[in-house]
């Protein structure tokens, strides 16, 4: 029995990656020819609004066929007429998938790599997104990105690692904070190591169901603290304390 259960999650997985495999690139390559166009500008809500819609449903679907069971805070359901900024550790292949399930109107700071990537690379700059290249400007355009209401979804270690090492750590988001007068939501992700991790390719399969939970450590308010720095400092902490307990 234990063997059959075992098969039909396989199928499973492998059904469900390769829906998100092609869907991400149907969406993206109409991305890339509405991006042609003059008034492609246009397109960036209602693009956000169908990316989030179908991130929800597919991660319903994910947990209806058992092969993810996603778990996330629920007051971030909830969204405020003021921006905010929520960074999150980063160990794997979806996690700006499910930040974007959940932040409403969401803005990610990306990898400038993704930008060709035939998944995402178009989709992302039809959201406006904005890829972490040119330090004033990535700054100058999160900061109008806040100011307009809308949240901001920063990994803060810019790469996929299942270990969180706070020496990576780049503090741009600490000198946005404080510049734009967002408060920062620090979240921390449990997330099973061979399940989308950088460490275990995702056509092999993980073991399943995976639990992947995504909570809340906290609330930082920059007027709180006297300096970019400071912030960094503080956020810094919380993921020590966090990595330690949790590892």
């Known amino acids: 029995m234990k063997i059959v259960s075992r098969l039909c999650l396989c199928v499973a997985y492998y059904f469900s990656v390769s829906v998100f495999i092609i869907v991400s690139f149907t969406i993206n390559l109409f991305s890339f020819l509405l991006i042609q166009l003059p008034c492609s500008g246009v397109f960036k809500r209602p693009l956000r609004a169908t ?3 179908l991130f929800r449903r597919w991660a319903w679907f994910m947990g209806f066929i058992r092969v993810l069971d996603l778990r996330t805070p629920d007051k971030t359901e909830l969204k405020t007429s003021e921006g905010a900024i929520w960074i999150m550790n980063h160990p794997s292949l979806l996690d700006g998938s499910y930040l974007l399930k959940f932040v409403t109107n969401g803005t990610c ?10 998944l995402y690379g178009s989709t992302a700059k039809l959201a406006q997104h904005i890829p972490n290249v040119g330090g004033a400007d990535l700054v100058r355009e999160a900061c109008e990105a806040l100011k307009r209401g809308e949240d901001l979804v920063i990994f803060p270690e810019g790469t996929r690692s299942t270990q969180v090492d706070v020496d990576r750590f780049k503090p741009g988001f600490a ?32 073991r399943l169901t995976a639990t992947v939970k995504i909570s809340l450590i906290a609330t930082l308010n920059p007027t709180a603290y006297s300096s ?8 810094l902490k919380l993921y020590r304390e966090k990595g330690e307990a949790c590892f």
């Open 109 to 118: 700071v990306y990898k400038r790599e993704i930008g060709s990537n035939p």
């Open 228 to 235: 970019p720095k400071a912030i960094f400092a503080e956020v």
């Open 175 to 206: 000198l946005i904070a404080k510049r734009s007068g967002a408060s920062v939501n620090v979240l921390w992700m449990d997330s099973p190591e061979d399940f989308m991790t950088r460490e275990t390719p995702f056509w092999k399969v993980p």
């Open 51 to 53: 990316l989030q819609f």
